[in-house]
């Protein structure tokens, strides 16, 4: 059985950069089929896709963070990352990885499982 | 940029049906998913290419979706359904990027 596992601080200094780490177990990372992904989620309020990453490296982000975001994967730990930079009060959220299943067309694309999420809050 | 229109609530007594929409441009060309979130919990995959079920979800959770507007449609509510649910998309645009709905808060009466 997939299970994803957020990892990393849970608090971040105003205009510094959030870091956290997913790990995958029960199955690769490396697997053909799947692209692997952070979404978060701000106390109280609805989800945010941030991005997703391919085994071999590529990426999509959302285009409101791009600037922003950098995910980055590790195939030998079976782990991916994500780093914020510039960060403010906004971004305190709880942030949720997810692996991100897509078509062989890549036009269709959901989130199957979740971590369990970890917060992080931006405070000085 | 894609915009996905959920009603902010839905209240439903046990054991009858609860539907909840998403509206979005033309939503019925694309294909939409939707999660059930519990509080304190992480999402969970309800409904995928929009009318399919993970293994696990009851046959209770269905869904449909035309023109401008996706449905989900839970039959026979119970009590534990009770949780906020999210539609979600593809946009396809030149960018493209996930969509999420802002959600609804499903309550059981």
């Known amino acids: 059985q997939l299970q994803l596992q957020e990892s990393g601080p849970g608090l971040v200094k105003p205009s510094e950069t959030l870091s956290l780490t997913c790990t995958v177990s029960?199955?690769?990372?490396?697997?053909?089929?799947?692209?692997w992904g952070w979404i978060r989620q701000p106390p109280g309020k609805g989800l945010e896709w941030i991005g997703s990453i391919y085994y071999s490296g590529s990426t999509y982000y959302n285009p409101s963070l791009k600037s922003r975001v950098t995910i980055s994967v590790d195939t030998s730990k079976n782990q991916f990352s994500l780093k914020l930079s510039s960060v403010t009060a906004a971004d305190t959220a709880v942030y949720y990885c997810a692996r991100h299943v897509s078509d062989t067309a890549m036009v269709i694309h959901w989130f199957d499982p979740w971590g369990q999420g970890t917060l992080v809050t931006v405070s000085s | 940029s894609y915009v996905l229109t959920q009603p902010p609530s839905v209240s439903v007594a046990p054991g009858k049906t609860a539907r909840i929409t998403c509206g979005g441009n033309n939503i019925g060309s694309k294909s939409v998913h939707w999660y059930q979130q519990k509080p304190g919990q992480a999402p969970v995959l309800v409904i995928y290419y929009d009318s399919d079920r993970p293994s696990g979800i009851p046959e209770r959770f269905s869904g449909s979706n035309s023109g401008n507007t996706a449905t989900l449609t839970i039959s026979r509510v119970e009590a534990g359904d009770e949780a906020d649910y999210y539609c979600?998309?593809?946009?396809?645009?030149?960018?493209?990027?996930?969509?999420f709905g802002g959600g609804t808060k499903l309550t059981v009466l």
């Open positions: 979600q998309v593809w946009d396809s645009s030149s960018d493209p990027y996930v969509v």
């Open positions: 029960g199955g690769s990372i490396s697997s053909s089929s799947y692209y």
